[in-house]
């Protein structure tokens, strides 16, 4: 993948620029155990990457979620937001990274599952306002991912950019899905904890390790 030609690079966030996925498989267990659901972790981990209205059908029946899903959702928000927010980390190189590619004249944007306030969150922790174009979060789309509506958004507020010029980075094969819908190319991250052949079996372009690992192979890809 020759990155000469990409205009814009639309990121997602959880597991991708911060380190959170294993808190969201924490935050989502406590949830459903307070409803009286029980799952594996394995089970809660391989949806990480959906928003809840995605990540909810998954484990329970349209009754249960009629019945209380509304109420498990707001729990899991207002548990994650409050105990396990405080605990998320950036991966290294992050504002490294975006400004690299901000001083390359390329345009970034985020693309998030996730509640509008946790990306918010991010943006501050991550230091990286003045970088970015802006971003879509999970709030602003009919439907999270693998739906396209997150990138399409995003594509939009690029100023309808068409996907041959974007290139989408992503950490779980339901961004590389997603992306696919609506033409756009994914680099994947391992960091988020999901396996170099699942995400090429998705449609990954490029693996990289991390943040870090993408900033220090940026030239090499660029030429």
Known sequence: MHLASVLAFVFDIDGTL???NELHVDSWDRAF???????????????????????????????????????????????????????????????ELFQRIHDDNRRIMLASSGKKADTKYYIDLLKIGGLIE????????????????IFSASLEKLGHISPAD????????????????IGLKTIAFLCGGTSASVLRRAGAITICRDPADFLAHYDELRR
């Not at 409803?35 to 029946?61: C, H, M, N, V």
């Open 166 to 181: 974007a290139l989408t980075i992503g950490d779980t094969k339901f961004d590389v899905e997603a992306a696919k819908k």
């Open 18 to 20: 911060v380190d959170s």
């Open 33 to 95: 155990r307070r409803f009286g659901k029980q799952f594996t972790r394995e089970q809660l981990r391989a949806q990480i990457g959906k928003g809840s209205d995605q990540y909810i059908p998954e484990f329970l029946t349209p009754d249960e979620i009629k019945r209380f899903g509304k109420q498990l959702d707001e729990y899991r928000s207002e548990v994650f937001r409050k105990e396990y927010l405080p605990k998320v980390r950036p991966f290294p190189k992050v504002r």
């Open 134 to 149: 802006g971003y879509v979060s999970g709030d602003d789309a009919d439907r999270s991912k693998p739906a396209p509506d």
